[in-house]
């Protein structure tokens, strides 16, 4: 008798289990397993009216209208856009990068306003920084890491894409006066080797020109709480000395994982 | 007996077991998911296939494609002949100048016909960068995209939804002053802007929500202003009329014609003109004997929205 009721019992259990769809888990998926690079496309040109621009990969649109700043796709913190580590999948070998604007206050429907050439290498992460303005507009790509932190740690390095200064010094602390000197002498256009920053990062940043005491005000100040065992870029943007909310010299953090 | 109550006690706890388990299981909606893309969508339908065929040359498919969600308002192969968009004319346009024209028609989520506002002309941005403005007749359930009507709504994509409709969505991208310059029709109207020394109120800002009627050069002649000459030797007190008469063309809000609202609106002379919706929108000035029609609706300038009036209005 009791091994009648059981056996039913079981296997109508087990049917049940098995037919059921179980409550799973979903990770985004970014990583390409097709030999892409990946590319985050850095756009910091910093105009007085930012333009509404839509970004081009081979000739192909990859965004809708974007203000600067953004870094797309992904966005991240102090700048237009999302905040995650999303990257596009770009064919190996030389890109052409573009951008195009919809005038509204012309009869041209759109306007190039840059275009670069740049090589991409498969399976590495990159981001291409578009920063300066009108003919003075530059692009420069810069390898990203894959490799994350160790548990309570987060990874950086820093970026400079202001055009009006040379090089400059990053600075980390609850005031200006006492922040420490993170990286030293980052010149235009180029990034500091990487570097951990243990948590909780809940604090204040800083930049000054290099070299510049620590008497002195800093070119900019950004307040960011970030998090265990993520991949940044943080970068300082804008026009040293301008006081124009679009282009005054900010400081910015992407998320690249 | 008293295995009997066991027997039964224990089919019970089983059976309950049994329920719980199926209870915690994650269940299937009953909803019926739209499996095909935007892209699947236009190419089966062979109203938008001009459409369909200028996002395939403006290389958007990345988009109709890709996760989304988006929503497009799709212009039906009518509708975009009737902007002068055809087979043979789209194979002109270059892919991006087509970027920004289309993607004044996408707009970057999903908004079913519920969700476009009531307005009138409540603005939405496109893709583009560009408002286009949503207004809702709720007696006749009708919606319309600036001067567009929505002719179908809710085809659902997996990557987001289109309404078609059956205007195409011109791009806001040319001031008013430079429509009236640029066409040898307003050329007497644009005379006698200039002569009134009224240029600015004809360039409100980019944006503005502001609606000009042009008046013809038929119709300025038929008014006196028959010649640049005549126009320029207008004495002081005329130059008055005339410009009060060129302010009695300005109302300051957008009025598309489908949502023009009847009876008296003020003008930017401070008189109002008498408004009567149907087809055609007449409008009637003080001075008027008899209305004018609106001739050419619905053009879209940078800063305001233009209507050619078969006559001038007299205030």
Redesign the interface.
């Known amino acids: 008798m009791k091994f009648n009721i059981i056996l039913p019992s079981t296997l109508l259990l087990l049917s049940a289990l098995v037919g059921c769809e179980k409550n799973t888990y979903q990770v985004t998926e970014r990583t390409s397993n097709d030999g892409s690079a990946q590319v985050k496309l850095g756009f910091f040109s910093a105009y007085t009216v930012n333009p509404n621009t839509i970004l081009y990969v081979n000739d192909v649109p990859v965004s809708n209208t974007l203000a600067a700043p953004i870094s797309f796709p992904g966005g991240g913190l102090n700048m237009n856009g999302l905040s995650n580590g999303d990257y596009l999948f770009v064919k190996p070998g030389t890109a052409k990068i573009q951008g195009f604007r919809p005038v509204p206050a012309t009869g041209n429907i759109m306007t190039k306003l840059f275009e670069f050439n740049q090589a991409f290498a498969a399976n590495i992460n990159y981001t291409f920084y578009i920063t300066d303005t009108a003919a003075n507009t530059t692009g420069f790509a810069l390898e990203d890491t894959k490799v994350k932190p160790d548990s309570g740690f987060a990874r950086f390095k820093f970026v400079n894409t202001m055009p009006n200064v040379t090089a400059v010094d990053l600075y980390k602390g609850a005031n200006a006066a006492t922040a420490t000197l993170i990286q030293g002498n980052v010149n235009y256009k180029a990034a500091s080797p990487s570097f951990d920053l243990p948590l909780p990062i809940s604090d204040s940043f800083y930049i000054r020109p290099a070299g510049a005491a620590t008497t002195t005000q800093p070119i900019a100040r950004r307040f960011f709480a970030l998090s265990n065992q993520r991949i940044y870029t943080m970068l300082s943007r804008g026009y040293n000395g301008s006081t124009l909310a679009t282009l005054a010299p900010n400081i910015s953090v992407i998320v690249n994982q | 007996m008293n295995?009997k109550i066991k027997?039964v006690f224990?089919?019970v706890a089983?059976l309950l077991?049994?329920v719980i388990?199926?209870a915690q299981?994650?269940k299937?909606d009953d909803v019926v998911l739209a499996t095909d893309t935007i892209d699947t969508k236009l190419a089966a339908d062979p109203e938008l296939s001009l459409f369909k065929k200028a996002v395939t040359q403006?290389?958007?498919e990345?988009?109709t494609k890709g996760p989304g969600p988006f929503t497009i308002l799709a212009p039906t192969n009518a509708a975009l002949a009737a902007a002068g968009i055809t087979d043979a004319t789209l194979a002109t346009v270059d892919?991006?100048?087509l970027?920004?024209?289309l993607?004044n028609h996408?707009q970057?989520l999903k908004r079913t016909s519920f969700e476009f506002p009531v307005g009138p002309n409540a603005p939405m941005a496109s893709?583009?960068?560009?408002s286009n403005f949503s207004s809702k007749n709720l007696t006749t359930n009708t919606t319309y995209i600036n001067a567009a009507k929505v002719l179908e709504t809710d085809i659902n994509c997996s990557n987001g939804i289109i309404h078609k409709i059956d205007k195409f969505l011109a791009?806001?991208?040319?001031?008013a002053r430079?429509i009236i310059k640029s066409n040898p029709n307003y050329s007497l109207m644009d005379s006698a802007i200039s002569k009134a020394g009224i240029t600015t109120t004809f360039a409100p800002a980019?944006?503005s929500a502001t609606t000009i009627f042009l008046i013809s050069n038929a119709s300025m002649i038929a008014a006196g202003y028959t010649s640049l000459a005549t126009i320029g030797a207008l004495t002081p007190a005329q130059v008055t009329t005339l410009t009060n008469t060129l302010r009695y063309h300005i109302i300051q809000s957008r009025n598309f014609s489908i949502a023009f609202k009847a009876g008296s609106t003020k003008t930017l002379q401070g008189s109002n003109v008498i408004i009567t919706t149907g087809t055609p929108v007449t409008v009637k000035g003080i001075s008027n004997t008899t209305a004018s029609t609106i001739t050419t609706p619905d053009i879209i300038a940078?800063?305001a929205v233009l209507h050619e009036i078969s006559g001038i209005l007299l205030p």
């Open positions: 295995t027997s224990q089919r089983v077991l049994t388990l199926f299981c994650n299937k403006a290389k958007l990345s988009f892919s991006i100048t970027t920004a024209m993607f996408f970057n893709m583009a960068g560009f791009l806001p991208n040319i001031p430079t980019t944006g940078s800063n």
